[in-house]
C-alpha cells in the first residue's frame, strides 16, 4: 500500500487511524495522505421564508478547530519518519474522501469511536465511502492492538466479485500476516470449497489455510464472525454489499452487521 488516505477529524479515534496509517506506511514504504474535513452545509441555516445563510460565527469557529488540527497534526507527522502530506474539503465528509481517494491505494476509517459500544455514524461512513469511493476501506475499531497486520488475517471467501475485489487488495497487508486463514461459510455438506483462491494467494508467496464452516441455523454473518472469534483472528478481509445497500439495511446483511458489531479491524471493498 503506497498511497494511505486516512481521514483526520480530531476525534477520539483519530490517533489510532493516525497510529494504524503509520504502521502500515513503515511495512509497505507507503506515503500517508491526512484529510480534514469541514463540511461548510452543516453550517448553512435557513429562513422562515425559504431562504439561506451562513452561520458565520459557527463557521469562523470551525476554522480555527480546523486550523489548530492542522497543525497538531503537522507536528506528529513531522516527528515520524514516514513521508505525508496533507488535503482538506468542505463538501459533504465521504464526497471528500472519494474525490481525495482517486489515486490511493487504501482509506483508513474507524469501525466505531468508542471502545465497546456500536457508532452509527461511523458505521455509515465506512459505508458511503465503501460505496463511492471504489477503494478499498480498512475500518478500524476502538481497542485495536498495533500491528494487527503482522497477526491472523482471515479471508470472508464467498467466490463472488466482492470477495475476489478484497482478497486482490489485500495482498500487500496479506504478505505480512503470520497467518491467512480462508473461510468459507457452506450450507450443503457435501460442497467443497474451491481452492482457486489459495492458489491465487500461493502464486503470491501466500500461504493460506482453506477452511469449512457450517451455515447451520445462523445467518452467514454469525458463522463468520463466529469463525473468526475461533480462529482468534486479527483482522478480517471481507467483500461489501454483495446485496443493495438498502436490502442490508432493511433485511440485514454481512456487511451491514459487521460494520455495528465490529471488534476487529475490517479490510472491506465493494
Given amino acids: 500500500m503506497r498511497s494511505i488516505l486516512v481521514y483526520a477529524d480530531g476525534g477520539p479515534a483519530n490517533e489510532l487511524r493516525v497510529q494504524t496509517a503509520l504502521d502500515i506506511a513503515r511495512l509497505t514504504d507507503g506515503h500517508i495522505t491526512l484529510h480534514v474535513n469541514t463540511p461548510v452545509q452543516q453550517y448553512m441555516a435557513m429562513d422562515p421564508f425559504g431562504g439561506a445563510y451562513l452561520l458565520t460565527d459557527a463557521l469562523a469557529e470551525a476554522d480555527r478547530k480546523e486550523t489548530a488540527l492542522i497543525a497538531a497534526l503537522a507536528a506528529k507527522l513531522g516527528a515520524e519518519n514516514v513521508p505525508w502530506d496533507m488535503q482538506t474539503s468542505t463538501c459533504f465528509t465521504a464526497d471528500g474522501l472519494a474525490e481525495a481517494a482517486l489515486l490511493s491505494d487504501l482509506i483508513i476509517l474507524s469501525a466505531n469511536q468508542i471502545e465497546g459500544e456500536a457508532d452509527p455514524f461511523a458505521a455509515k461512513l465506512v459505508g ?8 478499498p ?3 478500524v475499531p476502538a481497542g485495536t492492538n498495533p500491528l494487527f497486520i503482522c497477526g491472523t488475517a482471515m479471508i470472508a471467501w464467498s467466490g463472488g466479485h466482492e470477495a ?3 482478497l486482490r487488495a489485500a495482498i500487500p497487508l496479506l504478505a505480512h500476516a503470520k497467518a491467512v486463514k480462508l473461510v468459507t461459510v457452506v450450507d450443503d455438506p457435501t460442497f467443497f470449497p474451491s481452492t482457486d483462491a489459495a492458489r491465487y494467494l500461493s502464486r503470491h508467496g501466500i500461504h493460506a489455510d482453506v477452511i469449512e464452516r457450517p451455515r447451520d441455523a445462523q445467518n452467514v ?9 475461533a480462529l482468534e483472528a486479527d483482522w478480517v478481509v471481507m467483500g461489501a454489499y454483495s446485496h443493495s445497500r438498502l436490502r442490508e439495511n432493511v433485511f440485514g446483511g454481512v456487511t451491514q452487521q459487521f460494520l455495528e458489531v465490529a471488534s476487529y479491524p475490517m479490510f472491506l471493498s465493494h
Fill in 128 to 135: 458511503d465511502v465503501v460505496l463511492t469511493a471504489r477503494r
Fill in 137 to 139: 476501506v480498512l475500518a
Fill in 164 to 166: 475476489a475485489d478484497a
Fill in 221 to 229: 454473518g454469525t458463522a463468520l464472525a463466529a469463525a473468526a472469534a
